[in-house]
């Protein structure tokens, strides 16, 4: 944390070693509370070692290194979630659903194993889950981006030192919108907005450059809404359907209702929409 107080932004992700409770590891991740810090969870994972031939139990720490290899060789924009982890043979504590669940609301990044046998990172989380923007581990890493990317071009301008004129602030903000652009063109960002650029009055020797933009947000949930409808009340089967040759019954079903719309949380309906397909 000095270390990204001191204009060298860094993110962590840390494991634990040995027995560890999930309460326990639930109140470590309260006690972080710290967006540039993953902690993972369980404690326990199974590693075939070649030189001894067999399969053993190591802590969370060195699956810890491992997502910090990935997280490495990754876009900034890329989240964790999902991201399957290679050269691992399993979990050793098996949780239920609901405790997973508790884990990752409550700011551990839970590994498990999946019924197709992979395992990979259930929800890229980090331990401060006061909001999306603090959670979402990859929300952090555009975020140090955008500001490594500002930060060179504008040094790289040479402004610094130099007296200020009226075109110095054409310049300072050419130099931060060729930055976004950049951020644009490498989908390190989505857009940004109101880039401006203002010598400060009570500290002239300042230029403040402000604008907005928009993080590529994590795609964590898909939830599939749909409505039943019936054109017709009525359902007949005929015996001598060729495409069903041995249902040689007839049936009716009448008066057959159905809901308007799903019963599925709505979200607030299509005022509550940030982009969608037509």
Do not use: C
Not at 109 to 136: A, C, F, P, Y
Not at 207 to 230: D, G, H, K, Q, R
């Amino acid at each position: 944390m000095s270390q990204s107080a001191n204009r060298f932004e860094r993110r962590a992700i840390i494991g634990m070693d040995g027995t560890v409770s999930s309460d326990l590891r639930r109140t470590y991740a309260a006690q972080l509370g710290e967006s540039r810090i993953a902690l993972v969870s369980p404690t326990k994972f199974t590693y075939y070692s070649p030189e001894l031939n067999r399969a053993i139990d190591l802590g969370g720490q060195f699956i810890a290194a491992s997502l910090a290899g990935m997280t490495v060789s990754m876009s900034y924009a890329q989240p964790l979630t999902h991201k399957v982890i290679t050269g691992w043979n399993d979990v050793v504590e098996l949780q239920k659903e609901q405790q997973k669940n508790d884990e990752s609301k409550n700011g551990l990044m839970v590994i498990e194993k999946t019924r197709r046998q992979k395992m990979w990172v259930r929800h890229g989380v980090t331990t401060d889950n006061s909001d999306l923007l603090h959670r979402e581990w990859n929300i952090i890493g555009q975020q140090d981006a955008l500001v490594y990317r500002l930060r060179d071009y504008l040094e790289n301008a040479n402004l610094i030192g130099q007296p200020i004129y009226d075109y110095t602030l054409v310049n300072v903000k050419a130099s931060a919108e060729a930055a976004l652009q950049s951020l644009l063109r490498d989908g390190l960002i989505v857009n940004y907005s109101g880039l401006k650029a203002r010598q400060l009055l009570t500290n002239p020797d300042v230029i403040e450059v402000s604008f907005s933009w928009l993080p590529a947000m994590p795609l964590n949930y898909i939830v599939v809404t749909f409505a039943v409808s019936l054109s017709s009340g009525n359902v007949t089967s005929q015996g001598d359907n060729p495409n069903n040759p041995n249902f040689t019954s007839n049936s009716q079903v009448g008066a057959i209702t159905a809901p308007t719309s799903s019963s599925v949380n709505n979200f607030g309906g299509a005022s509550n929409t940030l982009r969608s397909t037509l």
